[in-house]
Every structure is written in structure tokens, then in C-alpha cells.
């Protein structure tokens, strides 16, 4: 089992619609990434939470520490924010990351 | 230009042959890291490096090497190159401290023949 879940894989959604994109974690957790990737392009960073909830734009990310889960919402989603959208974790002790598999999203006209 | 980047962005490479992938970034970043992005894998950690001459071994280190004699600089060398090791792989650099943000690089695509 991996250490770190993302629900769904594939997303689609038409123009407008409220994206929820979810992670849950199986471990204790220093902060949680959320990372962009466009399709054949490079990796960006989004947020990163330890607590509470961050907003930029139209994303928002949330955390629960206790239930080890964090969501990433798009509202009023548009066709450039068709992407991969990956989860990380960095654990207490070690400064690296480990990742999601990613959620595929497409957002159609 | 502030920032992190990685050449070349796309490289093919017959089995066997020793390529070196390269990584630069600006800021003096602590911590330095090499990843490989397969599909159905996600991102995997092959080596990182908290500092200069310091390096470890990731997730899926065979086959690699890096060296960082410079905090700005992590190459990472394959070795004898093998169909297996075909990948995009991403640099990232990190400040030191839990609370900081990770930044990629635009990946190189690499094709062993």
C-alpha cells in the first residue's frame, strides 16, 4: 500500500464545475505539498500546508492532521487548469518527499 | 536567471553508453534531489544530497550516481545506460527547515535505444 493516496486517478469536468481532488496519508506528516504538472511540461508547486487552510486564486487547500487527509479544490474550474495534480509528503525526520501517484484532470468546454 | 535548471531537456542514448544529466540551481538550496517519473510509478526518489558532499540513496538508486562538490551543482551520471532507465526525470531543490517549498525543474526526457 502506498503511503500516500490520491482520489480520483481521472477526473473530467466541464467548464465552471467545483473540483475536489483528495490525498490521504498514511503516516505523521511535517507538510503536505500539492504540485501542478501540465501535460509534457515541468512540476510546480501549489501549496504547501502543515495546518489549517491556504487559498490562491481559485485553489484551495485544506488539511486535517488528525484524519491524515487534505484536499485540493478548484473552483470555477477552467480549461487551463487541466493538469496532474500530485499529493507529497515530507515526513518529520527526513527532508524528502513522497508522492501520489497524481489525479488526472480535464476540464472540457 | 533565479531558478533550477536541468540539461538537456531531451536526450537519446544507446545502451550502455555513460550519460550525465544536469542540474543548477540559484538559490543555495540545502538540499538537492533527483527524481524519475514512469507511468503508473508517479515520481520516485533516486538520490538526494543535504548538502555539498553529502549524498544519499533514494527509492531506486541502481544505476545512478551523483556528486555534489558544489551546493549549486547535482549531476546525475548513468552509468551504462539501460532500456530500463528510459524516464523523464526532474530535478528539485529545497531549503533547509520543514516549512519550506519544493522547486522542480522542467525534467529531461531521456530514450536508451
Known amino acids: 500500500k502506498n503511503e500516500v493516496e490520491q482520489s480520483p486517478q481521472n477526473l473530467t469536468a466541464q467548464e465552471g464545475e467545483f473540483i475536489t481532488i483528495n490525498c490521504s496519508y498514511s503516516?505523521?506528516?511535517?507538510?503536505l505539498h500539492w504540485l501542478q504538472q501540465h501535460p509534457g511540461g515541468g512540476i510546480v508547486s501549489l501549496f504547501m500546508?502543515?495546518?489549517g487552510k491556504k487559498k490562491h486564486g481559485r485553489l484551495i487547500a485544506t488539511i486535517n492532521i488528525q484524519e491524515k487527509h487534505s484536499s485540493l479544490h478548484i473552483t470555477a474550474s477552467h480549461p487551463r487548469d487541466s493538469a496532474v495534480y500530485i499529493c507529497?509528503?515530507?515526513?518529520?525526520?527526513?527532508?524528502?518527499?513522497?508522492f501520489g501517484t497524481g489525479t488526472r484532470l480535464q476540464v472540457t468546454l | 536567471d533565479a531558478g533550477i535548471t536541468q540539461s538537456p531537456r531531451y536526450k537519446i542514448t544507446e545502451t550502455g553508453r555513460q550519460v550525465t544529466l544536469m542540474c543548477h540551481q540559484t538559490?543555495?538550496?540545502?538540499?538537492m534531489f533527483w527524481y524519475r517519473q514512469d507511468l503508473g510509478h508517479g515520481l520516485r526518489l533516486i538520490y538526494y544530497?543535504?548538502?555539498?558532499?553529502?549524498?544519499d540513496k533514494g527509492e531506486v538508486p541502481d544505476g545512478y550516481v551523483v556528486s555534489r562538490s558544489k551546493t549549486e551543482n547535482f549531476p546525475l551520471t548513468l552509468e551504462s545506460a539501460t532500456r530500463s532507465q528510459t524516464s523523464v526525470y526532474f530535478c528539485?531543490?529545497?531549503?533547509?527547515?520543514?516549512?519550506?517549498?519544493?522547486?522542480f525543474g522542467q525534467g529531461t526526457r531521456l530514450t536508451v535505444v
Open positions: 538559490w543555495s538550496h540545502s538540499y
Open positions: 503516516v505523521g506528516i511535517s507538510a
Open positions: 528539485a531543490s529545497m531549503d533547509n527547515g520543514g516549512g519550506t517549498e519544493a522547486f
Open positions: 507529497a509528503v515530507r515526513l518529520p525526520t527526513a527532508s524528502k518527499l513522497t
Open positions: 500546508l502543515s495546518s
Open positions: 544530497s543535504a548538502a555539498a558532499d553529502i549524498t
